[in-house]
C-alpha cells in the first residue's frame, strides 16, 4: 500500500539556523499538508497545499515558515531562523480529495 | 469555531473488556469525523470515519448529533490495540481537520 515518506526521521538544528524537512505524498493525492505536534499536546494544523499554492494557513504558519513542492514528488516545509519553541514532530500528510489524510512517520526537529 | 474533545487522557482496560473511547465535537455545520490511531512510534493511521460507516479491526463509532458525539468503540480489546487514539473534524470550506488531544488507550493482559 502506498505510504507518505518522510525525511529526516530526526534533525537538530541550532536556534536561529534553518531546516528543510521534505515529504514525498502519495502519487495520486492532490491535497498536501503539514501538521504539528509538540511533545505531549495535541496535533495541530499549519498548511494546506493545492495546485502548487497555499490553500489554508493557521495562526501557527507564519513568515518564519514556507511550503514548496519543488518538482513532481517532493513537498518541503522550510522554516526560517528556528526557535527553541519550534521544536515539535512534524507530520506531512496528504489525501486524494479534502477528506481523510493520510500521513507520513513524521520527522522530529530539535532545536538547541 | 470547530472543536474536539477527548475527556480521558489515558484509559486502561483489562484484555477482553469492552472499551469505549469518547469524543465530543462542536462544530456549527454538517461535521465529518474520524478516528486516528497511531501505535508506539509510528505514524496516524486513519482508523475509520463516520461517513463509511466501517468496522476496522473491531472498532466502530457511531456518530450523535444530539449528543454531538462520535465514540469509539470495541468490545472485546486486545492488547495489541493499545495505542494513542486522536479524533478529528473536518470542517468548514477550506476542509480543514481538527484534532482532539488523544487519548493513551492501555490494554492490561
Known amino acids: 500500500e502506498p505510504e507518505v515518506t518522510q525525511t529526516p526521521s530526526h534533525q537538530v538544528t541550532q536556534m536561529g539556523q534553518e531546516v528543510i524537512l521534505r515529504c514525498v505524498p502519495i502519487s495520486n493525492h492532490l491535497y498536501f499538508y503539514w501538521y504539528r505536534q509538540i511533545l505531549g499536546q495535541k496535533v495541530e494544523f499549519l498548511v494546506s497545499f493545492y495546485n502548487n499554492e497555499i490553500s489554508e494557513k493557521s495562526e501557527i504558519f507564519d513568515d518564519q515558515f514556507s511550503v514548496e513542492r519543488p518538482d513532481g514528488s517532493n513537498f518541503t516545509l522550510k522554516i526560517r531562523s528556528t526557535k527553541l519553541e519550534d521544536s515539535a514532530m512534524y507530520f506531512c500528510?496528504?489525501?486524494?480529495?479534502?477528506?481523510?489524510?493520510?500521513f507520513g512517520p513524521g520527522t522530529r526537529l530539535t532545536v538547541t | 469555531a470547530q472543536r474536539v474533545t477527548q475527556p480521558e487522557k489515558l484509559l486502561s482496560v483489562f484484555k477482553g473488556a469492552p472499551v469505549e473511547l469518547k469524543c465530543n465535537y462542536s462544530?456549527?455545520?454538517?461535521?465529518?469525523l474520524f478516528w486516528y490511531v497511531q501505535y508506539s512510534r509510528q505514524r496516524l493511521q486513519l482508523l475509520l470515519r463516520h461517513i463509511s460507516r466501517e468496522s476496522i479491526k473491531g472498532f466502530t463509532a457511531d456518530l450523535n448529533k444530539g449528543e454531538t458525539s462520535f465514540h469509539l468503540k470495541k468490545p472485546f480489546a486486545q492488547e495489541e490495540d493499545s495505542a494513542m487514539y486522536y479524533c478529528a473534524l473536518l470542517s468548514g470550506s477550506a476542509r480543514q481537520l481538527t484534532f482532539g488531544s488523544g487519548t493513551q488507550l492501555t490494554v492490561l493482559p
Open positions: 500528510a496528504s489525501s486524494e480529495a479534502r477528506d481523510g489524510r493520510y
Open positions: 462544530y456549527s455545520g454538517s461535521p465529518e
